[in-house]
């Protein structure tokens, strides 16, 4: 069983537990994850683990209650107004696999763990998120798509399609792969609306934002 990397330790205990807890699910899932891994692996003693969290649960809870808030951050920096319409929305979908790909057992714990085998709360937590994330991207699809008529159900099939994707990935151990699911991520999200030849025509787009790394 590795031990956090020194370069992702957080100075307090509670940050420590958090990360500890994150690796730990992500290598053996969340129901056989115990505190005493978590404690070990965070370099933290059991009485310190109780005054940070009332018990396992909590502690995940608030795993997947970070990476869900620092997803929802991420996106929020598609709304640049440096950027079109369309750029927001790509470089909106490629921060956010990034983040993934950067935080892969983060990634699992809120997109995976949370849906299946955790608490109630966590996977209240988890669409809650999904929720607001779809709130952000429909908006910026209207904005995008002036006149252009939409399905009230397509934004969140799209981002459901995202997901499968993501967590395919995720579920293979390939979280480095994650930012190169851009194109058809956007395509998904575009299919809905745009003619066939409109849609791939950004998708290739996409693309070229991943091949020029700007």
Known sequence: MRSLPRDI????????LIEA????CAERGYAATSVEEVTRQAGVSRRGFEQNFADKADCGTAAVNQMLADITATASVAYSPE???WEKILRGVRALLELMAARPSFARLALIEARQGMEPEAYGLYTAGIRVLTAMLGRLQANALAGIARPPSAIRGAIGGAETLIRRELLAGRPERLPELLPDIIYGMLAPYLDQQEALRYAGLARELLNDGG
Not at 9 to 16: G, I, T
Not at 21 to 24: D, E, K, P, V
Request: net charge negative; proline share 7%.
């Open 9 to 16: 330790v957080a100075p307090s205990e509670r940050d420590r």
């Open 21 to 24: 807890m994150a690796l730990s």
């Open 83 to 85: 950027y079109s319409e």
